[in-house]
């Protein structure tokens, strides 16, 4: 199934590929920025995996067109409790159930959560390649309520990401300081703030973004008006 499923403007696919060795099927996230070539997103981790023995989609994923609504993203794929061969137990390690029922499913995300960077309780940082901006605020999307965060927002060890604007170089910038930004605590998308001091200011001007986050995991950022 190929489509633009979010805000990106390049196109997006997800393809079954089958295990040979479970006898099975499972759907990895591909994408092409160029019109012409495709790469994996992650060659060895499935973007919609099995979900064990007596699932009713524990053998076979078929996804079609994704359909992006009021910021989420539908899935609806194809499911099949059964191994793709028709051996008996063609299966070593027993997780598939009779090659009897199938089913419509669909599965749900937020828009844009496709891939995110991900930090546990040591600080994640991340820096963008320079760029130049037109908006008036950054905004950022990410999640702080994975099975890593044991600890509520706020609290000292608990989710956080700040957001530091630097220059071309990769030198600081007076007033967009990691010091200066306000932090973030809970899962959402955010407006990042720095004080008193204003980003349009930085318009135009090449820049770096520098991230640094724990116990979340950071998916996108844009410039907004």
């Given at each position: 199934a190929v489509g633009h499923y979010g805000r990106v403007d390049y196109p997006q696919a997800l393809l079954p590929v089958h295990q040979t060795h479970e006898q099975a099927f499972e759907t990895y996230l591909l994408s092409n920025r160029n019109g012409?070539?495709?790469?994996?997103?992650?060659?060895y981790r499935p973007f919609l995996g099995q979900r064990g023995?007596?699932?009713?989609?524990?053998?076979y994923m078929g996804?079609?067109?994704?359909?992006?609504?009021?910021?989420?993203?539908?899935?609806?794929?194809?499911?099949?409790?059964?191994?793709?061969?028709?051996?008996?137990?063609?299966n070593p390690l027993g997780r598939l159930g009779p090659p009897k029922h199938t089913a419509i499913a669909l599965t749900t995300m937020p828009v844009d959560r496709y891939v995110g960077m991900l930090?546990?309780?040591?600080?994640?940082?991340?820096?963008?390649?320079?760029?130049?901006?037109?908006?008036?605020?950054l905004q950022i999307d990410f999640?702080?309520?994975?099975?890593?965060?044991n600890v509520s927002g706020g609290h000292r060890g608990g989710p956080q990401v700040r957001v530091s604007v630097l220059t071309a170089m990769g030198d600081p910038i007076s007033g967009f300081g990691i010091g200066d930004c306000k932090p973030m605590y809970?899962?959402?998308?955010?407006?990042?703030?720095?004080?008193?001091?204003?980003l349009s200011d930085l318009q135009e001007r090449r820049i770096r973004l520098r991230f640094e986050f724990r116990h979340a995991a950071l998916y996108s950022y844009r410039f907004i008006e």
């Open positions: 012409f070539h495709w790469t994996w997103t992650d060659r023995k007596g699932t009713y989609d524990a053998g996804p079609a067109a994704s359909i992006v609504h009021d910021n989420k993203v539908f899935i609806f794929y194809g499911a099949f409790c059964g191994s793709h061969s028709k051996q008996i137990n063609p930090a546990g309780s040591r600080p994640g940082l991340l820096a963008t390649h320079a760029l130049t901006f037109r908006g008036l605020k999640d702080a309520s994975l099975p890593i965060d809970k899962s959402g998308i955010h407006e990042v703030s720095w004080g008193d001091a204003d």
